[in-house]
């Protein structure tokens, strides 16, 4: 009978492998070694199981260690598309979101909307959005979408509530 190989309870390996790429200084920490590695004599090729990663990603960590040190095995800034409205823009935006309504720019609503704001935005900044990066403009601006629930304020509850209880014995009847 063999040795009870050792196992990690309460984590899936998919957990613990993501705890990697949540503090850079893991994420170094790892390049490090691999560069240590090498620097013992370890192939690279060797290396790429052990790292989950490729060989010329090793090469790579090992010329940049050599060329800047720590600071060359951390992640370089990624540039991303430039955005469309500028901070100011955005900053503005914010402002008129939070204090005004859009009846205030000739819209016949009360209330901001996608569909309203992306219209407002091509009108007043020249710039135009799909439909999913207006909802993504205000997640970044720290708005949630909230969908509103009609209430009709000339709505007789008494006829409203006979209509339910009738509803209710009509669809005990059909089952």
Do not use: C
């Not at 993501?18 to 090498?38: C, H, M, N, P, W």
């Not at 060329?67 to 409205?85: H, Y």
């Not at 016949?108 to 900044?125: D, H, V």
Request: net charge positive; aromatic share 12%.
């Amino acid at each position: 009978m063999g040795r009870k190989t050792l196992e990690v309870k309460g984590y899936s390996s998919e957990e613990i492998k993501s705890l990697f790429s949540k503090d850079e200084r893991y994420t170094i920490g790892i390049r490090l070694y691999a560069v240590y590695q090498v620097s013992l004599g370890q192939a690279s090729r060797k290396l790429e199981s052990l790292y989950n990663t490729s060989f010329k990603q090793i090469t790579n960590w090992v010329h940049r260690f050599e060329e800047a040190g720590i600071e060359g095995l951390k992640d370089k800034p990624k540039s991303g598309r430039l955005p469309k409205l500028s901070n100011e823009n955005v900053t503005e935006l914010s402002n008129i979101l939070k204090h005004a309504s859009p009846e205030d720019y000739g819209y016949n609503t009360a209330t901001w909307n996608g569909p309203i704001l992306r219209e407002y935005i091509e009108k007043y900044y020249g710039v135009k959005y799909q439909k999913a990066q207006i909802y993504n403009l205000l997640k970044k601006l720290g708005f949630t979408y909230q969908k509103g629930k009609a209430k009709y304020p000339e709505a007789d509850q008494e006829k409203r509530k006979e209509f339910k209880e009738a509803i209710k014995k009509t669809s005990r009847r059909t089952n």
